[in-house]
Structures are given as C-alpha cells and as structure tokens.
C-alpha cells in the first residue's frame, strides 16, 4: 500500500508538536505534510494537501473542527477525521459522529491512543482500496465490447423495442449460446436497498455485481443463462430450462445462494415460456407484474406469474363508511383513535380473498391518505397545507414501499395533521378564553352566570368551565370575583359610595358584598377608604 498522508491542527502548538514528533511516524508509512493552529489555516493546507487522514481539535479558532470537515464533505474531499478535545460534553461527539467522523479521542490522551486511531484508519481505506480495485475488475470484465452488444439486444427484446432489437437474426450473429425455443425470464431486485451516503458507496456499487455473478453462476450450473442489470438494484435473467432441475427449485437455489454468500436477500418475479426471442418482452412483462407482489412481504420470496394468475381474488373495497369516522377523528385532532380506524381499513383489505393486484392496493391506499389530507384542508393554514402536500408527494414517490410500510407511513401522516389541529385547536381556545375574559370585564354589573360567559364565545358550560381553568388558573367565579374586587377598590378610592359600588358591580345584598371584599382583601371596604384618606 501507498504511504497514507496526514495533517495535524490544534490551536495549542503542544499539542501539534506532540502528535507530530512523538511518533515515529514512517514506521508506519504516514508521513505528515502540515499542521495548523486554527481552522482558516487548516482549510487551506486541506485544499492544498487533500490529505487521507486529518487529526483536528473539535474547536478551534475562526473555523471549528466540524465546521472544517462540514466544508471538506462539501468540496468532496477524501480526508477522514479524527477529533480530538477537552470537551467531553456528549453534543460534540455526537454531532461529530452523524457527519461521519472516523474517531472521537479527548484530552488527556496518550501516543498509543492517537497511534491506535491512526492505524483503524489505515485499515479502512485498505479495505476501500481493496473493494475500489474489485469494482473496476468486475466493470471491466462487463464493458467488453461483444459483451456489450448481446447485453443491448437482450434488453432490447425485454423492453418490446422496435427495429434491430426485434430481428431474429441478430440472435445468432451475436452467438447468443441459449436455445431460442425454450426460454424463460425471471427479475430479481435486490431487497431493502436504497440510495447510500458517501461512506457506503462502494458497497453500494458492489452488491449488485456480486448478485449478478451469484445469479449468473447458480443458473450455469445447471442450465444455460444470461443475467443483464437493468437497473442498479434489478435484474433480468434470460435461461433455458434444465432437465435437471424444475424451475422454481432453480429459482430458490438463486435466492438462496444470494442470501449465503453475499448476506443480502433477493425478490424474485418468473414469467411464462417464450418460443422464440420476440416473446421474450411478453414473458419478461409477466415477470415484472409477477415480482410487483412483493408489494405485500419484506421481500426474499419467489412469485410465479402462472401462480398468480390463476389465483381467486376479491376486489377490495374502499370503506366509505370508515372514511367517515376516520374524518370526525381527524377533526377532533384525535391521533388514537386515527390510527384504530386506519389499522381496521388495512386489516380488511389484508383479510380480503387473494392479493389483488398491487396497482389497485397502492391507489385505494393513496386515496386513503388523501381522504386524511382532505380532512385538513380547511382547517389549516396556507404553510401547513404545503407541508402536507410534500409529505403526500414524497409518499406517492416511494414506489417500492410495501404495503406495511404505506400503512405505517398513512398513520405517521395523520399523526402529522393531528397534531396541526391540537396546536390550532389550543389557538381557538386561547382566542375564546380571551374574549370571554372581555365579555366578563364589560359586563361587571350584569349577573355573569356560567351559562352567559359560555354562551359569549360559543362553548358548551362544562368545555368552557373546565378550558377557562386550565388557561387563567383560576375557576370562572374566583376570576369574576377577583375582577369586581379589583374594580371596587378603584371606586373606594376614587370616594364612592359603598352602596352605589355593590350596584354598579352586580351585587344588590351590601353586606355579601362587604364580606366578599374583607375575604379578598383582608379589610372592610369602609376600612379600605379609610386607609388611602389618612394616607
């Protein structure tokens, strides 16, 4: 292996100089080609050096450590990272950590321990080094330019296009070795694979070339065969049928040995028999209807498309009923009760007779989740429903979700608009509370019951009685109260007179009055004058 090239920075010059010199670092084929104090130097030795491994303080001045490696990952720098720092405070590992930092070391730390991060390293890009060099071999080996014609062809026969692609003879000017009488047509997709960050790319590129040749080599085994990668995470195998083995054993084989030696499952969808090369795209067609069904498992399953065909189904219907009831709980802002009547929907069309086919299944479900949008629409602002609207958009993407996942993702959906009703529910409560309270403060001297401040604001007596409470902290009496012994305090001294007070503030028994006043403020009223007047 080449010699690994490092940078150290750290705003201590001590630290620097420890790392740097206390190690006998060619020993171990590093070499170091620059430190920094701070990060603005350490970005430009960075850009300059693009080093394989950077040992960096977490904070530093003018750029952080983090900030530094946030614009590496940007610029598409190789360098891995290793922090180190004084501070053990668990934010900083663990933001470090989710933008990928290889190692985490606080101070004190000791030559062993840098030494030892430095070497996990080492072994890292060793080991991508090593799947790097596989990759290009494995491309190589599949861009030969005869190989590249026949793979053309074949794909073109599976896609029904026109011209060359449907001339027979092309099959034995290209010395396609399969039998062009007996031919059958499988798709496998890899299962749970998505779009990988950057660290796991080369795996990403990996696992369907290693699928491929794990495919390739079971069918030769037994049959002739040719395996063409449709897409990143698919293929298509075209095979003759073997006398020495049936078809769906050949086909459990394949998901098998997938499974044993790559650790990854497959999906596997069988068309029917094709004559001749210019019914390839028809069984190839029911191949690709017959692996949608894995719309219905977590995959590593085989599906027949002559199987299927041949299946009793019930068509599901859509519950308009429960559409319904599923629509009041939305409007109360009721998440339990949403996710109870989701659950019976998905539990009726999964008890249904046979599976139908998955098209059908995905658009009673896309119109599930837009029943629950509709529910919102009216109730929401204009930010609220584009939030929604993107969370519809990006569900109605996720073409190889299964029927789980839309069911799980339908639930999080209406969780998202029961929670927009609960803030906006809390909102119009807030706004009643508020107007009741004015309501209350205009009309001191009426006799504020219960009934009339609920009915001001347009509330049942006991949502009122029970949400004014949770919102002032105080029952409607004791807040009534609290406002006309204030507003009596005011007109003591301000020399009005006691009587004329209990009417102005609703009471007409005066010594009630004047009970009510001692209670909340410790004196008489007469007292209470009497206080500001000697004052």
């Known amino acids: 292996m080449e010699q690994l090239t490092m940078c150290v920075m750290d705003d201590i010059q001590?630290?620097?100089?420890?790392?740097?010199?206390?190690?006998?670092?060619?020993e171990h084929d590093v070499r170091i080609v620059?430190?920094?104090?701070?990060g603005e130097q350490g970005?430009?030795?960075?850009?300059?050096?693009?080093?394989?491994?950077?040992?960096?303080?977490?904070?530093?001045?003018?750029?952080s450590g983090l900030e530094l490696m946030k614009q590496a990952m940007d610029a598409g720098l190789p360098s891995k990272f290793i922090f180190i720092s004084g501070y053990s405070?668990?934010?900083?590992?663990?933001?470090?950590?989710?933008?990928g930092a290889f190692d985490y070391l606080l101070k004190p730390f000791t030559p062993e321990d840098i030494l030892g991060a430095v070497l996990k390293v080492r072994q890292v890009i060793e080991n991508e080094q090593a799947k790097s060099k596989q990759l290009q071999k494995l491309k190589q080996k599949a861009v030969s330019s005869s190989e590249y014609e026949r793979q053309s062809y074949l794909l073109g026969l599976l896609r029904h296009e026109i011209g060359g692609f449907l001339n027979e003879s092309r099959w034995d000017e290209l010395h396609i070795e399969l039998d062009s009488s007996n031919l059958n047509v499988m798709v496998i997709e890899v299962d749970g694979y998505t779009r990988c960050g950057s660290t796991m790319h080369l795996d990403a590129e990996i696992v369907p070339f290693a699928v491929q040749n794990i495919v390739s080599e079971t069918l030769n085994r037994y049959t002739r065969s040719v395996v063409?990668?449709?897409?990143?995470?698919?293929?298509a195998a075209i095979f003759n049928t073997s006398e020495q083995i049936e078809v769906s054993e050949l086909m459990e084989q394949c998901r098998h040995n997938v499974e044993q030696y790559s650790k990854k499952t497959i999906s596997i969808g069988l068309g029917t028999m094709a004559r001749r090369p210019q019914e390839i795209w028809m069984s190839y067609a029911n191949a690709d209807k017959a692996i949608s069904y894995r719309f219905y498992s977590e995959g590593n399953c085989i599906f027949q498309y002559a199987?299927?065909?041949?299946?009793?189904?019930?068509?599901?219907?859509?519950?308009?009923e429960k559409e319904k009831e599923l629509f009041y709980a939305l409007k109360c802002g009721n998440e339990c009760s949403c996710h109870r009547i989701i659950d019976e929907i998905l539990e009726s069309w999964q008890n249904a007779k046979g599976f139908p086919e998955p098209l059908t299944m995905i658009r009673l479900l896309s119109g599930l989740a837009f029943a629950i949008y509709r529910a919102f629409c009216d109730e929401i602002t204009e930010e609220e429903r584009l939030r929604l609207e993107a969370d519809l958009t990006v569900l109605e993407a996720m073409r190889s979700l299964t029927f789980d996942g839309w069911g799980a993702y339908i639930k999080h959906f209406s969780s998202m608009g029961c929670e927009i009703m609960d803030k906006k529910r809390l909102t119009d409560v807030k706004q009643a509370i508020s107007k009741s309270q004015e309501f209350i403060s205009m009309n001191l001297s009426e006799n504020l019951t219960l009934q009339t401040c609920a009915q001001s604001v347009h509330l049942s007596p006991s949502y009122f009685a029970n949400a004014f409470k949770k919102e002032t902290g105080m029952t409607l009496i004791q807040y009534i109260t609290k406002l006309r012994m204030e507003k009596a305090k005011e007109l003591l001294v301000a020399g009005v007179q006691v009587q004329e007070i209990c009417q102005m503030l609703g009471y007409e028994d005066r010594p009630y009055f004047s009970g009510l006043f001692k209670k909340y403020c410790g004196m008489t009223p007469t007292h209470f004058r009497q206080m500001y007047e000697n004052g």
Not at 89 to 99: M, P, S, T
Not at 228 to 235: Q, V
């Open 43 to 63: 970005w430009s030795l960075l850009v300059e050096q693009q080093p394989d491994i950077v040992i960096t303080d977490i904070k530093m001045p003018r750029l």
């Open 89 to 99: 405070d668990f934010q900083y590992a663990q933001e470090a950590i989710k933008l």
């Open 228 to 235: 063409l990668r449709e897409s990143r995470y698919r293929l």
């Open 307 to 320: 199987e299927l065909e041949n299946q009793e189904v019930v068509a599901p219907v859509y519950p308009l």
């Open 34 to 38: 620059g430190t920094a104090n701070n």
């Open 14 to 26: 001590a630290v620097v100089k420890g790392i740097t010199s206390t190690i006998p670092w060619q």
